[in-house]
């Protein structure tokens, strides 16, 4: 099996063994390995399987990976949940030679949001192989003093991989004078020895050469040499000793520049060149750690000479040679442990995220809203952390386990607070303690929970009969608490029928800007009022509305003359009437009786003689019509007289109607009372007149008892009222206007009916007094007179009219 056979089914291994156990929010992890350098689209492991997601609903979670520095080597299948590797990965360029190499990610999964952790631990492969610093080495050995058992220190070899890929052995090339020794120090570091096996001769030999190979734990192996040559020196017996084999000392992180850490102490017993020392590091020691620390060549001393962070390292094995100047150069050896004590540097970095800032006003208590990710590199209680949270907030702060969720902890109304800022603080337990602060702002969005309102209770409108169609009646308007789509307005008229027709061929609304205008031109004497139900809906969803009621009342405008209801005419309106010429001043030669279809002012009529000079043993009452004479006749008078008769209402412009009244004047002449029936069968009005009048009075009767009973009800119904919007027609000054259009009229009570004038009850109105036959006349003759009026219910009495 060739070495990409092997790793590919390596990986398959790893993936089938390292199955992930989610624990969720309370064990708060997911923990997958992968190999270093594996194939894009390699799979890792299935994160919605493991979080216990249904594969129906992993479309709908949209799983995805949250991390600034490692989320571009992997990515989840939005399909079957996968978790797979999406570039190359090096596990040296990304953790160097640390044992383990974790990667630290978190698992997003939305609808609900949740949060997971998410530890990836990237497997070494044997993809490095050891190397020397120096392919060549030269070592002294001084003839004589060096004895069987020698040692001799030689380079280590720095192998990138880890574990068992790393250095694992040391071989030499086999020859008589030398062998080699391999010591493990603490830290798990091999560290080859030459060992002298018997005593060298310079004069038999002066070089030797030798092959160190290191050999890695991978498969398969790898490896590197280094060539050692042994040189044979002449005397120098005595070595530098240290004091101590092996030195400790301990010091706090971020210590100043050139702080003496540690002074190390040698000694020679030789003298002159050969006793005289230097001290330096060997090859046994990183060249990290000798950036850091700096050694003084002369006496011994170990200084800063860099940043030391204990978040980085937290402990350095330094190994020292003390080196005389003899010939051959002989030297010492120890080993320096110095560990790094941790201090409160590092405040808390706080780390907010969240999908959406935009927070519908409606989410229930305890909602997610974000996550908080609180960290300090500092250990202990340097590393400890305290969160709090902006005071008097609908929201807290919930942690478990070092992980922190911002949630809704009360009921948001975006029409009392759209947007928050709130602020938090993360305080670690170090002494003196450090802090971050940072903002966070959140916005309530808004969902259609206002229904509109009206600016009024009701609304009421007057029009002029015969406007023309177009015209304005009123503007009804609404306001909605919400904003956007769901305030945007639209008006309709409520569907009913008035007088058996739809309301909407009636009137019309604008469903923008709530302007109701007339459909048609409109008949005071068929219709004096509409009641409409107006509806105002907002365009949210679900859409909410409200309604009001409009009162349009139509205006009486002098449009109808008057007609000549009694006595009997000519469609020329010419009145035959005799009288005998004994009458006397005063005698009653004929009453008029006239109606106009108008109401009010409009039907307030006026009788005026044309031309009472040439005519002037007549008169006629301005208000009753009644046709007297104004002196007695004369034997010489003309046997015949004619009278002209303007009857003119009260209207602006006026409307009058003529009617010429013939007297004849004869010797004997019997005088007969007109009948109760005649006063109204005499007056021969339009075909069907008697039918159209009861039907016109019971309709107008009934349409006015319902209006009058609504509005009664509403009214009762409000113990505080605003007369000058609402349906009554008691207050304001249209509403006044209005009811004075239906004086004068007549009052009705049981069968007799007596004409009155104004709001005084005086009989100023004009018009002809009823027959005394009236009230003795059968019941069917009363109703078909009182046809001739209307029911006012403003005033509660009839007025004049003929439909």
Partial sequence: MDIRGFFQCWKWQVVC????????????????????ESD??????????????????????????????????????????????????????????????????????????????????????????PT??????????????????????????EDLDVGVNGVSQYTLNANPYFSLSVKTHKDGTLIPQLILEKVLDREEKQE?????????????????????????????????VFNQSVYKVSIRENLPLKTVILTLNATDQDDGANGEIQFSYDDHTYKSAKRLFALNEQNGEIYINGMVNFEELNFYELSVKAEDKGSPILEGNCIVHVEVEDVNDNPPDITFSTVNNNIPENVPIGTVVGFIDIKD???????????????????????????????TDGNLDREETSQYTIELTASDLGSPPLYSKTSVTLSVSDINDNAPVFTQSTYNAFINENSDPGTLLCIVSATDLDEGVNSDLVYSIVESLIDGSSVSSFVYIHSNDGNIYAQRSFDYEQIQVLQLTIKVEDSGSPQLSSTVLVFVFILDTNDNAPALLYPEHSEDLIVQERIPKSTSAGYLVTKLSAVDLDSGHNAWLVFTLIDPINYSWFQVSKHTGEVRTFRGLQETENMEQQLVISISDQGNPPLSTTV?????????????????GDFLKNSKPPSDMTLYLIISLVAISLVSLVTFMILLLRCLRKNSYDYSSSCCFLGGSQSKAFTDQYQPALYLNTWDIKIYGGQDGSSRMPGAELPNSFTSS??????????????????????????
């Avoid at 799983?63 to 978790?83: A, C, D, M, P, T």
Wanted: proline content about 5%.
């Fill in 40 to 129: 894009p689209g390699t799979l890792v492991g299935n994160v919605a399987q493991d979080l216990g997601i249904k594969r129906a609903e992993i479309s709908q979670r949209r799983i995805h990976l949250r991390s600034e520095k490692y989320q571009k080597y992997f990515s989840v299948n939005q399909v079957n949940g996968g978790l797979a590797v999406k570039d190359r990965i090096d596990r040296e360029s990304l953790c160097g030679s640390s044992p383990r190499c974790l990667l630290q990610l978190e698992v997003v999964a939305e609808n609900p949001m949740e949060l997971f952790s998410l530890e990836i631990e990237i497997l070494d492969i044997n993809d490095n192989s």
């Fill in 778 to 803: 059968p019941r069917s003759t009363r109703f078909q007179y009182c046809a001739a009026f209307k029911f006012s219910p403003v005033k509660g009495y009839l007025s004049r009219s003929l439909i």
């Fill in 208 to 240: 030797h050469n030798l092959i160190l190979t290191a050999i890695d734990g991978g498969e398969p192996a790898r490896s590197g040499t280094c060539r050692i040559t042994v040189v044979v020196l002449d005397i120098n017996d005595n070595p530098p």
């Fill in 660 to 676: 010429t009244v013939v007297v004849t004047t004869a010797d004997e002449f019997i005088e007969e009372r007109p009948k109760s």
């Fill in 132 to 157: 020397f610093s120096s392919h060549n080495r030269v070592i002294k050995v001084t003839e004589v003093f060096a004895g069987p058992g020698a040692r001799f220190a030689l380079e280590i070899a």
């Fill in 377 to 407: 590199d500092d250990s202990g209680k340097n590393g400890e952390i305290r969160l709090n949270i902006t005071p008097n907030v609908p929201f807290k702060i919930r942690s478990n386990q070092n992980r922190y969720a911002l949630v």
């Fill in 17 to 36: 063994s390292f199955l992930l156990c989610s624990w969720g929010w309370v064990s708060g992890q997911l923990r997958y390995s992968v190999v270093e």
